[in-house]
């Protein structure tokens, strides 16, 4: 089954910036979309952005809209997610996932196939 490897977190302090990948690892499969998703302790997983293959259309949570950008490379591939001005309520594990729905939104249980996982602590 197709997996996903996240890197790119890390430690950084308030007001700073990190940028997260996300590529395909070992399986093949086809979606058409990606989603980026955090989750801290003791909370539930958020959808907070996610792009279509088809068009490139981004879609984002309220709390990062303005702060985060979702991108693909050129190879199409991988996935980033630029992080800007960082806040403390912005630590957690940060996954990413493929859907197989054109438009899927940010709703976890609509994507297939996820990524491990990389921390994100930002420091006050």
């Known amino acids: 089954q197709l997996q996903f490897a996240e890197s790119g977190g890390g430690l950084v302090q308030v007001g700073g910036s990190l940028r997260l990948s996300c590529a395909p690892g070992?399986?093949?499969?086809?979606?058409?979309?990606v989603g980026w998703f955090r989750q801290a302790p003791g909370k539930e997983r958020e959808g907070i952005a996610c792009i279509s293959f088809s068009d490139d259309y981004s879609f984002y949570a309220d709390s990062v809209k303005g702060r985060f950008t979702v991108s693909r490379a050129k190879d199409k591939n991988t996935v980033f997610l630029q992080m800007n001005d960082l806040k403390p309520d912005d630590t957690a594990v940060y996954l990413c996932a493929a859907s197989t729905w054109r438009a899927p939104g940010l709703s976890p249980r609509v994507y297939e196939y996820w990524g491990q996982g990389t921390q994100v602590t930002v420091s006050s």
């Open positions: 070992g399986g093949t499969a086809v979606y058409y979309a």
